[in-house]
């Protein structure tokens, strides 16, 4: 314990007594309560639109409630999303999804005005209650373990009184009064790995910043979140910031260090904004500056915006780019942890890992480690997006099947579709197919299926997606994103890249898959950084899980999934075509649709650019229009010489 314990817990606690004062005002008050979720995913899909109608509603009816920002909960699928708490309904707290300025003032009258919760509207009751059915009860997310999340959806991210009533900063006080070993040995006993994708222990990492000798040591947050689909951490930044700057304070005690660093992608306008009001709101509580809660120990941070490369998420170019150099990454040794920033002794986390800190120490090494598994404790967070029927944030316990994930929890496939692959891992990770649903998720098992980690990017495809146009696109992401800088990955990742396109096309020949994974371990071997050295996983894992379809492309000039445009053609089965329906003439840009003699329509394959318009209109309609490979399959229809009248 330090010495200034006591006036430690005084300060904690002055700032507990308002922060629950204010709290309880707000929560039990009667009131009613109208929770929006207004992070990006909210705004979006038309939020401060719904919001607005709350208000210009609330107003007319003369009903006084008070609307409260919130974050995510991770229902993307459901946006806008609305919590509606009106005590003396009798009714519990109601989730409403896909709340548009129509269905607000809906509620205003039925809900708020009339005590009627519009039962056909409802997603879900947040309480159990004897007022609703037993099927109302209970969203998504209680099939989930949520450490992270915890708060997400819950506080207002902007006001950090809500953050400390609900036991923000108390980590905090206990970090100040514990000697920095206790710290890290208290990390490194809870067995937390990194959540940015490698999975070094985070113990560990803490321990050698320690050591070193140094007048100055600094801490940086990494949210250069870049992977395709991926949008864990500005989710967490824009829904409860303060759990991050709470967990770079605690880590910069453990370490000495006495600067930290927010580097967010400037495409996170929200969460910067965030960050800034939580940074300023820590400084006047002393939370954050000199002597903090009258501790001996001073620390503060500031925000970096970076400029969106991808190559920025890697750690040693990511210190070049704050050192105001362009994004490319150095050789290690040495390390970050032992010479970063300016030559100073850096410490690198990401988002989530972060996250992990404070709930570690508020409820202790033992309590982390019975969440997930034994070499995986803890929860991993997944941004779930693709062909499934729910998709969005989903926090689970390491361990978990991706079957439950992807099924239970995410709904499955929609569209009376097949399951056909997962992309997990980011651009760099790898595709597994159906029989590895039951692999468990955490950083061993899926390393040993050929995936990874990554920092929480999954992608779900069904059985009309092509293969080798996912390798292709993938790697089409990566290579535009290499910084240049080693041989292997710029000239190797093009080439990977051009082979990939003429396979597509169906211009492959019978060693060039022999030659493309070559080069790809090639690739793999010799890249200097982990872009370089991932790159190639998309390619060799769907290489390894679906050949087959690759021999289609190049063997027989067939793409399976119907999905590669030089490899097929769209034509209409007179059949199912109703005569007189024009709805696939006037979606097509190049008017290569017309009238045959009996009014019913074919397709002109000179002027056809394969964009997929007429059979998108038509499916829903007669199920017309049908696509076949190869293009020379496709029936012949003839077009009249003079216009249909």
């Not at 910031?241 to 580097?263: K, L, N, S, T, W």
């Not at 097949?418 to 098992?445: H, M, R, W, Y």
Request: glycine share 10%; with cysteine.
């Amino acid at each position: 314990m330090t010495q200034n314990s006591d006036q430690i817990q005084e300060k904690l606690r002055a700032l507990k007594e308002t922060a629950d004062q204010k709290w309880r005002a707000f929560s039990e008050s009667t009131t009613p309560k109208i929770h929006i979720g207004m992070a990006t995913c909210g705004l979006a899909a038309g939020a401060q639109e719904t919001k607005t109608a709350f208000e210009t509603q609330l107003e007319k009816e003369g009903i006084e409630a008070v609307i409260h920002p919130i974050g995510c909960h991770g229902h993307c699928y459901a946006e806008p999303l609305v919590i509606i708490d009106v005590p003396e309904s009798g009714f519990p707290p109601i989730m409403y999804q896909q709340v548009n300025e129509g269905k607000a003032i809906m509620l205003v009258k039925n809900f708020l005005k009339n005590h009627d919760p519009l039962l056909e509207h409802i997603y879900g009751a947040m309480e159990e209650n004897d007022t609703l059915p037993s099927v109302m009860l209970y969203p998504r997310f209680n099939m989930e373990k949520r450490i992270i999340m915890d708060k997400c959806g819950t506080i207002n991210p902007a006001e950090i009184d809500e953050y400390i009533a609900h036991g923000g900063y108390t980590s905090l006080g206990k970090a100040l009064e514990m000697k920095p070993d206790a710290i890290i040995e208290t990390i490194g006993e809870s067995g937390l790995r990194g959540r940015g994708g490698a999975g070094f222990p985070t113990g560990i990492k803490l321990e050698i910043a320690a050591e070193q000798k140094s007048d100055h040591k600094v801490i940086i947050c990494n949210a250069d979140e870049g992977d395709p689909g991926a949008y864990m951490d500005r989710t967490i930044l824009e829904s409860n910031p303060h759990q991050i700057v709470e967990g770079m304070a605690i880590c910069a005690r453990a370490i000495g260090a006495d600067r930290g660093i927010f580097y967010v992608r400037a495409e996170y306008p929200l969460a910067v904004k965030l960050i800034d009001r939580a940074l300023k709101q820590a400084r006047e509580r002393n939370l954050l500056g000199d002597n903090i809660l009258g501790s001996d120990f001073s620390f503060d941070m500031e925000i970096f915006q970076g400029s969106g490369a991808f190559v920025c998420g890697e750690e040693t170019s990511l210190i070049e780019s704050l050192e105001g150099y362009r994004g490319m990454p150095r050789h290690r040794p040495p390390f970050p942890v032992v010479q970063g920033l300016h030559g100073y002794p850096t410490l690198i986390d990401n988002v989530k890992t972060l996250a992990n800190i404070a709930p570690i120490i508020d409820n202790g090494a033992d309590w982390f480690q019975t969440i997930g598994t034994e070499k995986s404790p803890g929860t991993a967070i997944f941004s779930i997006v693709g062909h499934v029927l729910y998709p969005g944030l989903v926090e689970i316990p390491m361990g978990e099947s991706l079957r439950s994930l992807i099924f239970d929890i995410c709904g499955g496939i929609p569209d009376k579709k097949n399951f056909k692959a997962v992309q997990i891992g980011g651009p760099s990770g790898g595709c597994l197919p159906e029989s590895f649903l039951d692999t468990p998720i955490d950083f061993d098992s899926l390393i040993e299926a050929g995936a990874m980690m990554g920092s929480g990017g999954m992608v779900i495809m069904n059985d009309d997606t092509c293969m080798v146009n996912v390798a292709r696109y993938f790697l089409d992401f990566t290579q535009n994103e290499s910084c240049g800088k080693c041989t292997f990955c710029r000239i190797g990742t093009r080439h990977l890249l051009e082979t990939l396109d003429q396979i597509t096309k169906g211009h492959g020949q019978e060693d060039t898959l022999e030659q493309m994974e070559k080069l790809a371990l090639a690739v793999k071997k010799g890249s200097l950084c982990g872009l370089g050295r991932t790159a190639p996983n998309p390619v060799l894992t769907s290489l390894k899980y679906f050949r087959d379809e690759y021999e289609a492309h190049i063997r027989d000039g067939v793409c399976p999934a119907l999905m590669c445009r030089e490899l097929i053609a769209y034509y209409i089965d007179l059949d199912k075509c109703a005569r007189g329906c024009d709805a696939c003439v006037g979606c097509c840009p190049t008017e290569a649709i017309f009238t045959t003699s009996n009014r019913k329509k074919g397709i002109d394959q000179e002027k056809c650019i394969k964009c997929g318009e007429c059979l998108n209109v038509c499916v829903p309609l007669y199920d017309a229009v049908k696509k076949a490979s190869p293009p020379e399959t496709a029936p012949i229809i003839e077009k009249p010489k003079a216009p249909v009248e």
